[in-house]
């Protein structure tokens, strides 16, 4: 018999008795509810025997790994529609998403959302025969036969050969696909399926190949959830940063530079505000402020091992027979500054903050509003210390993230990413650096999750994944622990016995991309920027003519008090105004006549409440400039 520890219950079970059996054994709810399990922590079908004593957890659609098994079955039933509806398709990759799935097909046609309600209509036929799903090992050679005419999979069949990878196939019904898993047991879970988007990608994003239809979709257990996702759907659309920036007057996205955004007025004044703020916090920190080249020489980016680990997504360019490249990072630069000047042990930590501007190549295809760019200012900061210091730096970053975050309203989690298959330096160093990551969390009592495998080439790191207000997660913060490039570029500081050692180094951003950080806090706020952040705080709308002389000494004195405030004195009705004033999300509204000049006050009307009550100017300039200093 075998030791199964289930959170901390250990049950005896038979050799070979599936974590299917196991979830059933517990209770009738848990097995119809389970999608996958996790055996000493590793995800798996539900349908794989336990060999061994092991740690096991059931895993529902609430769990991450749970959904992407759900939604992993729910995009091979999908092609499976499209198989039937279209013969002649051939498949590309169909892979799970935070929310839903998609796959890459070439059906013969180009597909389009017109083909939405035929391939759901099959898929739900498809779903209601419950066709069990069977996972079978195969050889290269049973493959080849399985996917003959299926150029895409046969490519991807030869390339994961070549690699020694175990090869399987999942089947339903007629339908087979190569793919690792995985699953659920069977396709009658999937209660509720809609198709969301369809869109055009090159295959293995590679634009000199073949382009493909990539279909999007979502599934749900109950069909009260899918109503819950549209609701919330309808939400972000309504909440979309490339509308509000457009009619906020924002930032313009322009033909002549994809991927480039160009600020506006009132945008710069959003961007400022929030850098400003960046700029504050990091003082009393205690970080300096640097700021390094846009474009450094090849030699720099080999001897970093960006060149050989992120040339595709760098633009080069040649200076007196020089290559040069235009910075995707900005830590050689901050490296380079760290060796302007011989460093002793008591110049450590040395904590550096850089708001950079860099470029990354991306495929237009990815491009989307300030999310997806390929120019951008990132808030880095790179931190240079002994290994004693390494929990007490890392603790610092995480509180001062925290901090920020809390600032605006976002909670948040942790998630650890360990060593890469594509890394530098020894198998020890990074352990030593993962162990360094895990303790400041564990000290400080923070929760975490761990991403095995998804570190940066050059360490691993703690991403923070910020929750904003209708519930969609976004990653920004992030903390990389670096042992590599200090080797590399040969990195010294005098300790205190006199002799030469090696920094470590920390890689750190806040906001991340600043861009994508507006983009965030545009849907998150829905345009109705707090106080603090609004490009314009208050709109002084005078009611009649008469009254257009005492607005304009009204928008002087707040001006001349630190605040940013607007006149409107147009020739129009004010209820007209203040609808333009609300649409513009303006946080408050003076609205003077006759009655306000004669007493000397103004009537205050702000944006969540009509009526904001009639106050002297100074009273109100107070009353606003605390809220403001606040940050409220």
């Known amino acids: 018999m075998l030791q199964v520890n289930l959170k901390g219950t250990v049950r005896e079970v038979a050799e070979g008795t599936t974590a299917a059996e196991v979830a ?4 009738p709810g848990l097995y119809k509810a389970a999608c996958a399990a996790r055996i000493d922590g590793e995800a798996c079908d539900l349908r794989t025997p336990l060999t061994q004593n092991c740690s096991l957890e059931i895993l529902t659609f609430d769990d991450p790994e749970g959904r992407h098994a759900f939604w992993h079955t729910a995009a091979h039933v999908m092609a499976q529609a499209v198989q039937h509806l279209f013969p002649e398709a051939k498949f590309g990759i169909g892979p799970a998403l935070e929310n839903g799935w ?6 013969g046609r180009p597909l389009t959302t017109g083909d939405f309600e035929a391939i759901e209509a099959e898929m739900k036929r498809l779903v209601k025969q419950d066709e069990p799903v069977e996972k079978q090992a195969i050889t290269a050679e049973e493959g080849r036969a399985m996917f003959a005419g299926q150029d895409y999979k046969l490519e991807l069949l030869e390339e994961y050969a070549q690699k020694g990878w175990q090869l399987s196939v999942y089947r339903q019904g007629d339908f087979t696909d190569l793919c690792a898993g995985p699953h659920l047991m069977s396709t009658g879970a999937l209660k509720a399926v809609k198709l969301t988007k369809v869109a055009a990608a090159y295959w293995r994003a590679d634009a000199s190949r073949d382009s493909l239809d990539r279909l999007y979709g979502v599934a749900f257990p109950k069909a009260s959830m899918l109503e819950e996702y549209q609701k919330r759907m309808e939400e972000a659309a309504k909440r979309d940063h490339r509308r509000l920036g457009k009619e906020l007057e924002l930032f313009a996205l322009l033909e002549e530079g994809p991927g480039f955004p160009f600020f506006l007025p009132k ?14 916090i990091h003082h009393k920190a205690g970080y300096q402020e640097i700021s390094t080249p846009i474009m450094l020489n090849r030699s720099l980016w080999e001897r970093s091992g960006h060149w050989d680990h992120y040339k595709n997504n760098m633009y080069t360019t040649v200076i007196d027979d020089t290559d040069f490249a235009i910075k995707p990072m900005n830590c050689p630069g901050g490296i380079l500054v760290y060796q302007t000047q011989p ?3 008591r110049d450590l930590p040395l904590r550096m903050g850089e708001i950079g501007l860099v470029h990354r190549h991306e495929l237009s295809g990815a491009l989307h509003g300030l999310m997806r760019v390929r120019c951008f200012n990132q808030d880095d ?22 901090e920020v975050y809390s600032k605006f309203g976002f909670s948040y989690h942790i998630e650890l990413s360990t060593m890469p298959e594509d890394h530098m330096g020894s198998e020890e160093a990074w352990e030593q650096a993962t162990e360094g990551l895990r303790g400041a969390l564990e000290e400080l009592g923070r929760e975490y999750t761990v991403n095995e495998g998804d570190g940066a080439f050059y360490g691993p790191k703690l991403d923070f994944h910020l929750v904003d207000a209708i519930g969609r997660t976004w990653q920004c913060g992030t903390i990389q622990l670096d042992m590599q490039l200090p080797e590399r570029f040969e ?4 300790g205190e016995d006199g002799q030469k050692h090696r920094p470590v180094m920390i890689h750190r951003v806040v906001f991340g991309s600043i861009e994508r950080f507006i983009g965030i806090l545009i849907e998150h706020f829905a345009g109705a920027f707090p106080t603090w952040l609004a490009p314009v705080q208050v709109k002084v709308i005078p009611i009649t ?6 607005a304009r000494q009204l928008e002087a004195r707040l001006d001349a008090a630190g605040i940013r405030a607007e006149g409107d004195l147009r020739s129009e009705k004010m209820g007209y105004k203040i609808r333009e004033a609300q649409l513009q999300k303006i946080p408050y509204m003076l609205v003077v006549g006759d ?7 103004v009537a205050v009307r702000a944006r969540r409440e009509e009526n904001g009550g009639v106050m002297p100017p100074a009273e109100f300039i107070e009353k606003i400039k605390a809220e403001i200093a606040a940050r409220a």
């Open 24 to 27: 059933k054994s517990i209770g």
């Open 102 to 107: 998609y796959y890459d097909i070439k059906a």
């Open 267 to 280: 945008g710069m004044v959003l961007k400022n505000t929030l850098l400003d703020y960046w700029r504050e």
């Open 343 to 345: 460093r002793s042990y």
């Open 381 to 402: 900061a790179h931190i240079f210390m002994t290994p004693e210091q390494i929990k007490g730096e890392i603790k610092g970053v995480v509180k001062l993230i925290d």
């Open 491 to 494: 990195l010294e500081y005098t």
């Open 545 to 550: 003519d008469r009254a257009h002389e005492y």
């Open 595 to 601: 009655k306000e000049m004669e007493a000397g006050t």
